[in-house]
Each structure stands twice: as C-alpha cells, then as structure tokens.
C-alpha cells in the first residue's frame, strides 16, 4: 500500500482533532475530486510497519479524538489489509477511539459479499469503524453547505448501528450537516 498523506490533527474529516491517512489508489475517477494524484495506487509513500507505528504513535496522543481513512480509496482491493491492521491495533490501543472511513463504494451493493471490492478483510474492517462516508463525490450534487461530505448524495452511515442490527442509517440529516457546517464555520472563525 502506498499514502499521500497523514495529517496530525486534522479538523475536516470527522469531529474533534483526528489523524488522517490518505492512502493512494481509487479507481472512481469522479470528476472534480479534490485529490486525483491519489487515484494512481503508485502515488506516494510505501506504507510500512515503521509508518503503522508511527500513525498509532500519534493516536496515542491525549488530544486525539479519532482516526480517519481517506484517500484516494481505502476500501480499494489492494489497500484493505493493511488497513485493517491498522484499525484492530488502534481499537486494541483504545477502545474508544472514534474511527471514520470515506468510500466511494457502497456499503449495501459493493462491500458485501459478491461484491464489487468484498474481500476477506472486509467484514472485520467495518465491524471495527464507528462511521462510514459512503458513495463517490458527484460534482451535479456538489453542496458545499453540509459539513462531513463533498456531495449530498454522499451518507454518513451510523456504524455501530449497521455492525449490531444490518440497519442502515444516516447519522445526520439533511439540514442537521447545515447546522453542522455553520458551526463549523463559526469556530474556524473564532480560532483564526
Ligand atoms: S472517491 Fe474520493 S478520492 Fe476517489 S475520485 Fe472520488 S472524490 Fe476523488
């Protein structure tokens, strides 16, 4: 696997002050995205043992709130495995830890089984995250008002719910992210 990026303190990608992996490859190709140098799964740098414990080192952190996987595609075939090696040692660290994950795919269609990118890892991977971001960004449902997603098509998938029930639930709805996104706005303002 390879990555773009990793952010200490990220405020955009989930609540509270999260670290970030933007991992490299994502077959989408939506049109506008934010990050097309990682659609090539070469982008970047190798992801190693060294890189894992240096993303759990900064989980360790008292201020940290949570962990987010981004990309590029995290639930890309080649990218899952050490993905979820990843989450199952940040969960044992800490149980608590508030884990987000931003996909293309969806949930109910493409990470089940037969699905379009199901592996052997895939079940275990969403048991372990609290919130999925599900579905591509699409630019004609481009809506710059919610907080959390670049598209409104885009859900914000309860995922504590859909790991004890199958349920699938938005957390937030509709004008619930505009509030969000307001508040949001007014802190970065207070910060700045
Ligand atoms: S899924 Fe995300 S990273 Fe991939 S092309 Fe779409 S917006 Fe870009």
């Not at 008292?62 to 979820?84: A, R, S």
């Not at 098509?153 to 719910?161: H, S, T, V, Y």
Request: aromatic share 10%; charged share 30%.
């Amino acid at each position: 696997m390879k990555y773009g990026e990793i952010k200490m303190y990220d405020i955009a990608d989930g609540p509270g002050l999260r670290v970030s992996i933007f991992v490299s490859g994502c077959s989408h190709h939506c049109k506008e995205c934010h990050n097309p140098q990682l659609w090539n799964p070469d982008f970047g740098e190798v992801y190693t043992e060294k890189t894992e414990a240096e993303i759990l080192e900064k989980l360790s952190n008292k201020h940290i709130n949570g962990l987010t996987l981004l990309g590029g595609e995290p639930f890309e075939i080649y990218n899952q495995k050490e993905l979820l090696q990843l989450v199952k040692k940040a969960k044992t660290a800490n149980p608590d830890l508030s884990i987000w994950c931003y996909t293309g795919y969806t949930l109910d269609k493409d990470l089940v089984p037969n699905g379009k990118v199901y592996t052997e890892y895939t079940d275990e991977m969403l048991n372990l995250l609290n919130v999925l971001v599900d579905g591509k960004f699409e630019i004609a449902k481009k809506d710059v008002s919610l907080l959390w997603c670049g598209s409104y098509n885009q859900r914000i998938i309860d995922m504590d719910l859909y790991n004890k029930t199958g349920e699938i639930k938005e957390l937030f709805d509709y004008d619930k992210k505009k509030v969000l996104r307001q508040e949001y706005e007014e802190r970065m303002k207070a910060t700045n």
